[in-house]
Structures are given as C-alpha cells and as structure tokens.
C-alpha cells in the first residue's frame, strides 16, 4: 500500500463525495448517501479497509444505486475515479 487512509480518504472526499455533495442537481437522498459512505469511510481503520471499502461498495446493491442516481445528475462516482484510486493504493 503506497498511501495512507487518510490519504485515500481525502481523495475520495475531493473527487468525489464533496463534488457530489455540492452539486445542484443532488437530491435529499444523494446528500444522505454522501454522508453515510463519509461516516463508514471514517470508522474504517487502514488504509487496506479503505481500499476494501472502495471496490466493495462498487459491486454492492447500495453502489450500484448510488451510482445510478449520481450518475443522473452528472456527478463524478467511485467508477470514474477507479484508475487515479488504483495507482494511490500502489496496484
């Protein structure tokens, strides 16, 4: 692992979740959705965690909808950072 959870967490904070979270067109339910990944990212302890995190929750039900309802407005998602987050975590 080449950054630290801190690190990957700030990246998806910057490219991500605050982009998303700021955009005009995000609903109750997209704002809500921000905070709870932002809450989980937080009680995960390494940086192995959040990277597990990361590419779990692209494949799960719950990312799945929160990239189809992101992915409406134009909001960038997980899968548009996937490449960026890869080379972060060394891989």
């Given at each position: 692992?080449?950054?630290?959870?801190?690190?990957?967490?700030?990246?998806?904070e910057t490219?991500?979740?605050?982009?998303?979270?700021?955009?005009p067109l995000?609903?109750?339910?997209?704002?809500?959705?921000?905070?709870?990944?932002?809450?989980?990212?937080?009680?995960?302890?390494?940086?192995?965690?959040?990277?597990?995190?990361?590419?779990?929750?692209?494949?799960?039900?719950?990312?799945?909808?929160?990239?189809?309802?992101?992915?409406?407005?134009?909001?960038?998602?997980?899968?548009?950072?996937?490449?960026?987050?890869?080379?972060?975590?060394?891989?």
């Amino acid at each position: 692992m080449m950054a630290t959870r801190e690190e990957l967490i700030q990246f998806l904070e910057t490219n991500v979740l605050i982009p998303v979270e700021n955009h005009p067109l995000a609903d109750t339910k997209i704002r809500r959705k921000v905070h709870e990944t932002r809450r989980r990212l937080n009680l995960l302890r390494s940086a192995e965690k959040v990277e597990e995190f990361f590419w779990h929750s692209m494949s799960s039900d719950r990312g799945i909808d929160s990239y189809t309802r992101i992915t409406r407005i134009g909001a960038p998602t997980f899968e548009d950072v996937r490449a960026g987050f890869k080379t972060l975590c060394g891989r």
